[in-house]
């Protein structure tokens, strides 16, 4: 019983079903104070010879006592199932507070509103009292406390156990509003693994499981997951298949498939099999704690809005003390002042903001949108153009192959590309990895391992494979150390990236050439440079890299790389064009490749060549001439254009820690075409909110008209009000599962 009430969830049920409980039964007892003028004498005298005068009266309290003692049964028995406790001793502390009620009413000792005042009325008192006395903050409860406490001096019992009620009830609403706003992200933290199995070697140089606490995890370290099981830290898998439940991170309803070489994240479930990995990020560096992170730095309170409607909420306080005053004194109709304080409580004005933000809020991590600050929806919704950033986020951001092509009638390209992947298994580069992950994604199976491997520092690698000695690089590697073959440098352009270290990589560009043997070079140099002279060509001019495959005295063939475009980047262009917002293209690329992603992705306007400082002075332009901006990147070099932008949102999977912190919205799972979904939700919250602050206004002005006039009592006032508050909060709750209807066409 103890744990229960400790349980401020719990206890609030609690006290609204016994508030309701006692103003049920004071509206019925008000009912019978009144039923004489209502009833005709005829049916008095029926009633008094029946001796059924005061009993029917009794038996309709009754009645209504029972009927919300078992509401407040089943909502005791609700709140404890979840407790653990026995629910007959709530309902037993509920059935002894009852009759001490029921008592108290055959006696007419006692109004049993006051139950309603004292449950929900004192917190309020106690809150306003708080706020005046600590900050001399005049905001809604400050006038709520005056029109209970007036209510009460008048005599207004119920209309003040009313009001007390229905703020307790906004209240609550409220709570569990920015709770179910909350849930979609909550989970995950409930769904933090406390535990991981780690495979070590033993003395005998055996594979040996343990179990050990997911804190004690470190980098590089090997982690064997189950089915079932949830992933303890990022990493990569090296051994085995399977398919995992990314719901929770990225909203992908369907599992995907994973292998060897493949990424996962903490908090992700493994469905099916069994599977190795090593471990890359750990701790509070894993992706589910710092989702956790960012979900816990979103407030609502930080909207403008939210500070604008307080503001309101002050004036309105300090008119309201003025008209009822005057009414008072004019009217001499205390009544009338107290029913204008009643109605007057701005408490749906104050509602209106923070329910509506926290439902978006809640409405966008159902589709992996972390919000992680409050006035990000509202400063959304007046973005005219988004500014994208290339890299990363309208494409991939890693290298892929898109072309394999054998140079020799020797070699096909399957086998060109089999043994190029197995000369570069062990390689570190990014592009060695791609192609062997190509190949392990087009073939279902792992290169063999090279015979011998070497790395070649700034031009690539060699290695024996099938017993042939093969060179994989640049152009540069390719001169260097294959015997009878040339470079025709006439036909050089720029050097291509080497597959070695990042250092070489950054150190060199991209180079087509055109490689002939001098043993034969009539028909090989015929051959490249009809054949593959502009495939080539156009690959440079593109923004491809390209790889030379060679053995002692002959080219092979070569493979195209490329970071591709996202399968579903043009589409979501589009989706943005079609709400009305502008594009742009930020990127630090050379203008032919700037200019070419541009073109496929759908975005007319395009900034290349562009360092940290050309995009956000680019930002600064657009807002200066009235066109706020939203940037969306990834990259360390997006940070100041992230912070500088009307809003900031960056890619959550593979964005770098300082853009993610720099970001007002991340996408969990670098899924860009949720963009048009939250650019259509921001425009929805602010409508939603407009909504509610107008009619707020708009009831708040009507009902002080009919106080004024004296048509509303107190607790007419009452009601009418505060369903308003009522009535604003299930609007803002319907943002929760808002999604835009899909425009079909009639063809």
């Not at 709530?90 to 002894?96: H, K, P, S, Y």
């Not at 060199?508 to 080539?536: D, G, H, Q, R, Y």
Request: aromatic fraction near 4%; glycine fraction near 8%; include cysteine.
């Amino acid at each position: 019983m103890i744990s229960f009430f400790k349980d401020e969830n719990k206890r609030t049920i609690f006290f609204l079903a016994l508030s309701l409980l006692a103003l049920i039964i004071s509206f019925f007892d008000i009912v019978s104070l009144y039923l004489p003028t209502f009833v005709s004498e005829n049916e008095l005298d029926a009633m008094r010879l029946s001796g059924a005068d005061g009993e029917s009266v009794k038996g309709l309290i009754g009645n209504a006592a029972e009927n919300a003692k078992g509401l407040i049964g089943n909502a005791s028995e609700n709140a404890m199932m979840s407790s653990g406790d026995s629910p007959e001793n709530t309902i037993v502390l509920a059935d002894g507070f009852l009759n001490n009620i029921l008592i108290s009413i055959s006696g007419l000792k006692i109004d049993i509103a006051w139950i309603a005042i004292l449950l929900c009325g004192l917190p309020i008192i106690k809150d306003a009292i708080v706020g005046l006395a600590t900050r001399f903050d005049i905001k809604a409860d400050v006038l709520v406390s005056i029109a209970l406490v007036a209510s009460v001096v008048i005599g207004e019992t119920f209309a003040a156990g009313e009001i007390a009620f229905i703020m307790m009830l906004g209240a609550y609403l409220e709570e569990r509003t920015v709770a179910k706003a909350r849930d979609g992200i909550e989970k995950l933290v409930k769904l933090t693994p406390t535990t991981a199995r780690i495979v070590r070697k033993n003395k005998n140089g055996e594979d040996e499981e343990d179990i050990i606490a997911a804190t004690k995890v470190c980098i590089g370290d090997t982690l064997r997951v189950l089915a079932g099981e949830t992933i303890a830290v990022d990493g990569i898998i090296t051994s085995g298949q399977t398919s995992i439940d990314q719901s929770v991170m990225t909203g992908e309803s369907m599992p995907v498939d994973k292998g060897p070489g493949d990424e996962v994240l903490s908090g992700t479930v493994n469905q099916f099999g069994t599977f190795c990995m090593q471990a890359k990020k750990v701790g509070d560096d894993s992706s589910l704690q710092r989702m956790i992170r960012l979900v816990e730095s979103a407030d609502a309170g930080k909207a403008k809005i939210v500070t604008l409607a307080d503001r309101w909420a002050t004036w309105i306080v300090v008119f309201a003390l003025a008209s009822a005053l005057i009414t008072g004194f004019v009217t001499g109709e205390i009544i009338r002042a107290v029913t204008i304080l009643v109605v007057f409580c701005p408490c749906a004005l104050v509602l209106a903001t923070p329910t509506a933000i926290m439902a978006g809020i809640g409405n966008a991590t159902r589709y992996g949108i972390l919000v992680s600050k409050g006035d990000a929806l509202e400063r959304l919704a007046k973005v005219t153009r988004i500014a994208f950033d290339k890299t990363g986020t309208l494409t991939y951001g890693h290298p892929s192959v898109i072309k394999v092509r054998s140079c020799s009638n020797k070699i096909s390209e399957k086998d060109l590309l089999r043994i190029t992947a197995s000369a570069e298994l062990y390689s570190e580069h990014p592009l060695g990895k791609a192609i062997v992950s190509h190949y392990r994604q087009t073939q279902a199976v792992s290169p063999l391992s090279p015979e011998e491997f070497l790395l070649i520092p700034g031009r690539g690698v060699s290695a024996t494979v099938d017993n042939m000695k093969l060179f994989a690089g640049n152009a540069a590697l390719i001169r260097e150390v294959c015997e009878g073959v040339t470079i025709d440098a006439s036909q050089t352009t720029n050097e291509i990236t080497s597959v070695v270290t990042s250092e070489a990589a950054n150190a060199t560009a991209k180079e087509i050439t055109n490689v002939v043997t001098s043993e034969a070079a009539n028909a090989m140099s015929s051959k490249v440079t009809s054949e593959f002279a502009s495939e080539l060509t156009s690959a440079n001019e593109s923004g491809c890299t390209i790889i030379y495959i060679a053995s002692k005295n002959e080219l092979l063939g070569f493979i195209i790389l490329s970071d591709t475009l996202r399968t579903d980047a043009a589409s979501t262009i589009s989706a943005i064009h079609d709400t009305g917002t502008k594009t742009v293209l930020l990127t630090g690329d050379a203008a032919q490749t700037a200019t070419n992603i541009a073109r496929l992705a759908g975005i007319a306007d395009v900034k290349s060549g562009c360092l940290p400082e050309d995009k956000l002075s680019t930002i600064q332009s657009f807002q200066k001439q009235g066109e706020p901006v939203c940037m969306v990147g990834d990259g360390i070099n997006d940070a100041p254009a992230l912070k500088i932008a009307q809003v900031g949102i960056a890619m959550g999977g593979i964005g770098s820690d300082i853009a993610i912190e720099a970001a007002d919205i991340v996408l969990v799972g670098d899924d860009i075409k949720t963009l048009p979904h939250l650019l259509l939700l921001a425009k929805k919250v602010m409508r939603t909110i407009n909504v509610n602050l107008s009619a707020s206004m708009l009831l708040n002005f009507i009902a002080i008209i009919l106080a004024i006039t004296g048509i509303l009592n107190p607790v007419l006032g009452a009601l009418v009000h505060n369903a308003g508050s009522v009535a604003v909060i299930l609007n803002s709750s319907m943002l929760l599962k808002w999604k835009q209807k899909v425009k079909r066409s009639d063809n």
